[in-house]
């Protein structure tokens, strides 16, 4: 007999007793709980590496840097004269960021505590009350 003859006859005897020791006797089941306890402890202890990671910044910028700064001011500066929006920011803050649960939605760049518009007299104007629209 030769080897691939052998070999031919021997795979699918040997891929049907894998297969039977696998699912049958819950070998696979036990395989997925160890594999899954294995990464458990790998994210414990992934966290902890990257917090020991410290990012050394230098104590002063580059002159690049320094360079683009200035540039960067300049063209503020030469674009609010020559438009006449010197300043018009002045005075105001950044809206908070919502805590909702939703990132998505209409409302999502809205500040939470804006009451919004008044529409108590929609209805005077329309010389109706909101009953009426019952």
Partial sequence: MKKNELKDILKPLIKECIKEVIFEDGTL???ISEVAQ???GLQTIAPQQITEKKVIKPSQPSEALVQARRELEDTKRSLQES???SG???GTTPM???S???QHGALRDQDPSDPGVDISGI???AGGTWDQLK
Avoid: N, P
Wanted: charged share 20%; aromatic share 4%.
């Fill in 29 to 31: 089941s036990g395989i």
């Fill in 38 to 40: 294995g990464l458990s």
């Fill in 83 to 85: 438009t006449g929006l």
């Fill in 88 to 90: 018009i920011f002045e």
């Fill in 96 to 98: 908070r960021q919502s």
């Fill in 100 to 102: 909702g649960k939703s």
């Fill in 123 to 125: 209805m005077k104007i």
